[in-house]
């Protein structure tokens, strides 16, 4: 069975940094793409980031562009989201999802078969 497993979340200041970790098993990482998604609560959810584990392809909203950086931890089998510079509309339920077979960093939420719980990001201002 496919699991991916969020973690890392929690509650920071505006400005703050925080680190998700996704943990993923069950499927081929080597041959996949990983997303990271928010729902917020202006919006419905949203692709944040994303990356093609085997070509290194990102993508990025452009709302967090310049300030989040997705990274890929073969050996353990994660992906990583560093959120720097955090705002309150950064506040949400953060989701990780994979998809196999990808070669490009899709942001579409349409396109990923597998998801995790979600784990809870809130930024104070």
């Known amino acids: 069975q496919v699991h991916l497993v969020e973690s890392g979340g929690g509650s920071v200041q505006l400005g703050g940094s925080l680190r998700l970790s996704c943990a993923a098993a069950?499927?081929?990482?080597?041959?996949?793409?990983i997303g990271w998604f928010r729902q917020t609560s202006e919006n419905e959810r949203e692709g944040v980031a994303a990356?093609?584990?085997?070509?290194?392809?990102?993508s990025y909203a452009s709302s967090v562009a310049g300030r989040f950086s997705i990274s890929i931890d073969r050996p353990d089998n994660q992906v990583h989201l560093q959120m720097n510079d955090l705002k309150p509309e950064d506040s949400g339920m953060y989701y990780c999802?994979?998809?196999?077979?990808?070669?490009?960093?899709?942001?579409?939420?349409?396109?990923?078969?597998?998801w995790g719980r979600g784990i809870q990001v809130t930024v104070s201002s």
């Open positions: 999802a994979a998809v196999k077979g990808c070669w490009r960093a899709f942001l579409s939420r349409g396109v990923y078969e597998y």
């Open positions: 069950g499927f081929r990482f080597r041959e996949s793409c």
């Open positions: 990356i093609s584990v085997s070509q290194g392809a990102t």
